[in-house]
T-cell receptor, first 112, second 115 residues
Framework: DQQVKQNSPSLSVQEGRISILNCDYTNSMFDYFLWYKKYPAEGPTFLISISSIKDKNEDGRFTVFLNKSAKHLSLHIVPSQPGDSAVYFCAATPILYGKLTFGQGTILTVHP | DGGITQSPKYLFRKEGQNVTLSCEQNLNHDAMYWYRQDPGQGLRLIYYSQIVNDFQKGDIAEGYSVSREKKESFPLTVTSAQKNPTAFYLC??????????????FGQGTRLTVV
C-alpha cells in the first residue's frame, strides 16, 4: 500500500521554465511534508518542507503547495536550471511519530 | 565537520553471507534510520531507532537486523534471509524522533551487490 505517491516517474523541462512536481498521499495522519533532492549514488538532501497548518511555503526558487482536502502537494521550481536535474522525493510524516514515508521519486531533467 | 557517514560506498558479497553496513553520525542526533532504495519504489524504511538501546521495525525489516549500542552508531546487518539484498542503502538521522521539528540528514549511501 503506497501511502505517498509520485505518479510521474520523470519530467523534462526547458531551462528558465517552471518545473512542477506532484505528490499525492492517502494517510490522513500525515501532517508534515518534505521534499528531498537526490543525485545518483548520493544520499538525499533536504529541500523544503511544509506543515499542514500552511498551504504554501517558499524558499528562493522553490515553492511547495499543500492542498489538504485533495491530499495533494506540489513542488514548483522557478526558474528551472540544469543543476536542478535530479531525482525528487516527497515524504510525509505524522509530526508526533517522526517516521518518514517516501514517494517513488520523480526524475527531473532540465535542458539548457 | 558534523555529518553522517556510511561505509563502505560499494560492497560486494557472495549470496548466503551476512554483511554489516556501517552508519556513524557526529550530529548528536537521537534518532537514526535505515532506508533501502530500489528503482521505481522510492525509499523504504527498514529499521529506525529513536534512542540508544531501542529500535523498531520499519516497513521492510525482514532479513535485516540492527543494533544501537551507542548514540553515534546504527549498523545494519543484511542477513542471508534477505531474499533480494542487492540495493542502495541509506542511513539518516534527525535531532529527535519528531521529524516535524527538523528534517532528516542522510548519509551518502552504500551500494550493496550480492553475487
Amino acid at each position: 500500500d503506497q501511502q505517498v505517491k509520485q505518479n510521474s516517474p520523470s519530467l523534462s523541462v526547458q531551462e528558465g521554465r517552471i518545473s512542477i512536481l506532484n505528490c499525492d498521499y492517502t494517510n490522513s495522519m500525515f501532517d508534515y511534508f518534505l521534499w528531498y533532492k537526490k543525485y545518483p549514488a548520493e544520499g538525499p538532501t533536504f529541500l523544503i518542507s511544509i506543515s499542514s497548518i500552511k498551504d504554501k511555503n517558499e524558499d528562493g526558487r522553490f515553492t511547495v503547495f499543500l492542498n489538504k482536502s485533495a491530499k495533494h502537494l506540489s513542488l514548483h521550481i522557478v526558474p528551472s536550471q540544469p543543476g536542478d536535474s535530479a531525482v525528487y522525493f516527497c515524504a510525509a510524516t505524522p509530526i508526533l511519530y517522526g517516521k518518514l514515508t517516501f514517494g517513488q521519486g520523480t526524475i527531473l531533467t532540465v535542458h539548457p | 565537520d558534523g555529518g553522517i557517514t556510511q561505509s563502505p560506498k560499494y560492497l560486494f558479497r557472495k549470496e548466503g553471507q551476512n554483511v554489516t553496513l556501517s552508519c556513524e553520525q557526529n550530529l548528536n542526533h537521537d534518532a537514526m534510520y535505515w532506508y533501502r532504495q530500489d528503482p521505481g519504489q522510492g525509499l523504504r524504511l527498514i529499521y529506525y531507532s529513536q534512542i540508544v538501546n531501542d529500535f523498531q521495525k520499519g516497513d521492510i525489516a525482514e532479513g535485516y537486523s540492527v543494533s544501537r549500542e551507542k548514540k553515534e552508531s546504527f549498523p545494519l546487518t543484511v542477513t542471508s534471509a534477505q531474499k533480494n539484498p542487492t540495493a542502495f542503502y541509506l542511513c539518516a538521522s534527525s535531532i529527535t524522533g519528531r521529524i516535524g521539528d527538523t528534517e532528516a540528514f542522510f548519509g551518502q549511501g552504500t551500494r550493496l551487490t550480492v553475487v
